[in-house]
């Protein structure tokens, strides 16, 4: 198995699981095989429900359904299922669509773009449920079921008495044409209930292999409400068939609804397509990824100053892998190495830490202009800065890249640079080795040569300080850490940090610029040095018994 850079790191394992090329289902104790012949144009859909944000499980389901889709050449068909008329709002389906743009999974078929399979909304396709409903009726798959909500909670709880599954016991499924009327005649409400077969129904899922289930185990069930409204399942089927869907790539927590539609193909006449119930995304606990577990949504991630390219990327590492060392992938890259058969069947964790991590790589990967170009801009619009652009901007965003994984990192990188916590940093423990090697002396020296010009003159350029570093470690008979470590403590007020000479050059840049906002609080080199002469080493001595020296350390 190939190694990739971050299972390097946190030693992670990933497996894969074979491709099945055909489906078929079974009952009445016969087989019905359908297969796809591989030539047919592919179609697949994403079919979400503007109930609230798009999951990223469901963003990683429209992933695949748009990878598999490029990589054969074939349609990814957006389809919004809103028939629960009491959640959906075209606020959350604007929402999905916004999020599926930017992650760049353009709809061939869909709203704002239209198609020849429309409309691509449910709640608009309610005269084709009705119509293929009353085919079912006049086939005798269905039947009208005149059942009270108060039977059919009683049917529920003689089952459970008698450890039975709590299916519907056919009440109406023989019923007399001089019954129905009857009932009609009075204006009963009813249903229509699907009239389940017996026997076995068994497919072929791509991912998860042999599927069966024991009809029995279902009962007859309600495809249409006495509302008139269209049950999912039933909906679903028609649309899939009627859009000429090749291939049905979706969570396996729809996995149980496989049997229901299965049926209603069948007695529809129409021709099944390919099944791929792709796993659920896990949270760190191996629990199903929820709110509970922090940001789950796309938009929550896209605010929290995310990339679309990391998050497609992360997304697709998610229970799929090309079997190389590469995890880094653009999504034309993606739709090159994609193949179903190499996606998992297990579930997959969703790692937040190798999220950022990723989102890192991208983000230092612009260009350097448009990196700084992107952190200028979040300093002024956070009011760091007054300007988004400019010499100290250009050193700033280079300097502290390293330090920065999302565009909102980039606040705080410069606020703790541009700190000086020199008091706490002396008192604590990190500090003790720095401060008994002499560092009351060192200060002396270093206030010594700033009184003298001789560090001010260093300042001019990277080289003019390596230099005088050089000659002032020479005077003081020090090098290395022993030189550098206090020389950063003492002017920076930090133990770590990146590159000292560019740290403290910025900082004296910092300091002859008025682009600084007032809120930041920046302490300027002049004002650092007035600090070190008022310190009382004494006192900082007493408090820091001696323990081991700098050079031991």
């Known amino acids: 198995m190939a190694i990739t850079a971050w299972m390097k790191k946190v030693a992670s394992t990933a497996s894969s699981s074979p491709l099945m090329h055909h489906s078929s289902y079974k ?6 095989s359908v297969t796809t012949s591989l030539s047919e144009p592919v179609r697949v859909r994403f079919a979400p429900s503007p109930t609230g944000n798009l999951h990223v499980g469901g963003a990683r ?52 773009v239209g198609g020849d399979y429309g409309p691509y909304r449910q709640s608009e396709r309610n005269s084709l449920y009705k119509q293929y409903a009353e085919k079912l009726r006049e086939s005798g798959h269905v039947y009208c079921c005149f059942c009270s909500n108060e039977e059919l909670e009683k049917m529920k ?90 291939h049905v790539i979706r969570a396996e927590e729809h996995l149980p609804n496989t049997l229901r539609q ?23 606990d191996r629990s199903k990824l929820s709110k509970r577990h922090g940001a789950t949504s796309v938009t929550q991630f896209r605010e929290m100053g995310y990339l679309p390219q990391a998050m497609v990327n992360y997304l697709a590492l998610l229970g799929w892998g090309d079997g190389t060392e590469n995890e880094f992938f653009t999504l034309d890259q993606l739709v090159e190495k994609f193949t179903i058969e190499r996606v998992n069947k297990s579930g997959a964790v969703f790692d937040s830490t190798k999220l950022r991590w990723m989102n890192g790589h991208y983000l230092r990967g612009h260009p350097e202009e448009e990196f700084t170009n992107l952190i200028g801009e979040h300093w002024k619009t956070s009011g760091l800065l007054t300007v988004s652009a400019g010499p100290f901007i250009d050193d700033a965003a280079q300097l502290l ?3 920065i994984d999302l565009i909102t990192d980039a606040e705080k990188a410069l606020v703790i640079f541009l700190s000086y916590p020199l008091n706490l940093t002396l008192r604590s423990q990190d500090a003790e080795p720095v401060l008994q090697d002499n560092l009351s002396e060192f200060s002396a020296s270093l206030l010594g040569a700033y009184e003298s010009g001789d560090l001010v003159s260093a300042l001019e350029s990277q080289a003019s300080w390596q230099k005088w570093v050089k000659e002032f470690g020479k005077s003081r008979n020090r090098k290395g850490k022993s030189l550098f470590m206090p020389i950063r403590l ?7 940090g990146p590159d000292l000479g560019a740290s403290v050059l910025l900082l004296h840049k910092a300091g002859t610029t008025s682009i600084l906002a007032p809120e930041v609080g920046f302490v300027t080199l002049d004002e650092r040095f007035k600090i070190l002469g008022q310190i009382n080493w004494e006192t900082l001595s007493k408090d820091h018994p001696i323990k081991e020296t700098a050079t031991s350390v």
Not at 490 to 496: A, N, R, S, V, Y
């Open 401 to 403: 890249k390293d330090g």
């Open 262 to 284: 299965a049926l209603i193909y069948k007695a529809l006449g129409f021709p099944m397509p390919h099944f791929a119930h792709v796993s659920l995304i896990l949270a760190p």
């Open 61 to 112: 389901t429209a992933l695949f359904n748009y990878l598999f889709a490029r990589s054969k050449g074939g349609k990814f068909v957006l389809r919004i299922e809103d028939t629960d008329l009491e959640r959906s709002t075209r606020e959350s389906e604007e929402a999905v669509l916004r999020d599926l743009s930017w992650l760049g999974l353009e709809w061939d078929e869909g709203p704002g």
């Open 27 to 32: 009952f009445f104790y016969r087989t019905f």
């Open 490 to 496: 003492l002017l920076t007020g930090k133990l770590h």
């Open 157 to 246: 709880v003689v089952a459970k008495l008698k450890n039975l599954p709590p299916v519907y016991t056919g009440k109406w499924a023989s019923a007399t044409n001089e019954e129905v009327e009857e009932e009609l005649a009075k204006g009963t409400p009813y249903t229509y209930r699907f009239r389940v077969p017996e026997g076995s129904l068994k497919i072929n899922d791509i991912i998860r292999g042999e599927v069966t289930w024991n009809l029995a185990t279902l009962g007859d069930f309600v495809i249409m409400r006495s509302n008139g409204q269209p049950v999912y399942n039933f909906c679903v089927t028609v649309d899939d068939a009627t859009m000429a869907i090749s």
